[in-house]
Antibody
Framework: QVQLVESGGGVVQPGRSLRLSCAAS????????MHWVRQAPGKGLEWVTV????????YYADSVKGRFTISRDNSKNTLYLQMNSLRAEDTAVYYC??????????WGQGTLVTVSS | QSALTQPASVSGSPGQSITISCTGS?????????VSWYQQHPGKAPKLMIY???NRPSGVSNRFSGSKSGNTASLTISGLQTEDEADYYC??????????FGTGTKVTVL
């Protein structure tokens, strides 16, 4: 069965960096695009970024463009999100999600990132 | 990219039908048949309920249905059940090759 497990969250000071990981199993990871979606405490879902199956195409929400970088290692079945210049408003649960023709058909349980001094 | 507009809350009695709207623009909802709907229970990850405007993934009850007219997509839940009480979000592909979620709707079963 499809399994997505995020890790790397924690408390970080404003302006610092953090890298999230998403370990995938139960499907052919290298064949699917992957997304990151976040949810601030008590708020709605916000799409963050997507990468194509081979990492050649990447798109970002305006709110993170230039600060966040999505990447993947298909040999390790792992998706990453490098987050730089973090701000208080980046505080959220970050979910990775598998893409199926433009839809997020499977989601991980999320990892909490708290940006605070 | 502004979030798609959804009503903050919708309620209904068991057995009734409710409809949640999702309004965007010609650059997202109106321009593509790539609208999906997600159900989220408190503390849980979202679950895909509808994809490509009208399609249900395997395992999702046929009480859930989707439609679209112009720049507005809709999710209808018929035969409302207590387990349908959750938050619901629409999502659309956009002309910028990005995605945008709706503001979210809390469904309450009275």
């Amino acid at each position: 069965q499809v399994q997505l497990v995020e890790s790397g969250g924690g408390v970080v000071q404003p302006g610092r960096s953090l890298r999230l990981s998403c370990a995938a199993s139960g499907f052919t990871f290298r064949s699917y695009a992957m997304h990151w979606v976040r949810q601030a405490p008590g708020k709605g879902l916000e799409w963050v970024t997507v990468t194509s199956y081979d990492g050649s195409e990447k798109y970002y929400a305006d709110s993170v463009k230039g600060r966040f970088t999505i990447s993947r290692d298909n040999s390790k079945n792992t998706l990453y999100l490098q987050m730089n210049s973090l701000r208080a408003e980046d505080t959220a649960v970050y979910y990775c999600a598998k893409d199926q023709n433009g839809n997020c058909d499977y989601w991980g349980q999320g990892t909490l990132v708290t940006v605070s001094s | 990219q502004s979030a798609l507009t959804q009503p903050a809350s919708v309620s209904g009695s068991p057995g009734q039908s409710i409809t949640i709207s999702c309004t965007g623009s010609s650059s997202d909802v109106g321009g593509f048949n790539y609208v999906s709907w997600y159900q989220q229970h408190p503390g849980k990850a979202p679950k895909l309920m509808i994809y490509d405007v009208t399609n249900r993934p395997s395992g999702v009850s046929n009480r859930f249905s989707g439609s679209k007219s112009g720049n507005t997509a809709s999710l209808t839940i018929s035969g409302l059940q207590t387990e349908d009480e959750a938050d619901y979000y629409c999502c659309s592909y956009t002309s910028s090759r990005t995605y945008v979620f709706g503001t979210g709707t809390k469904v309450t079963v009275l």
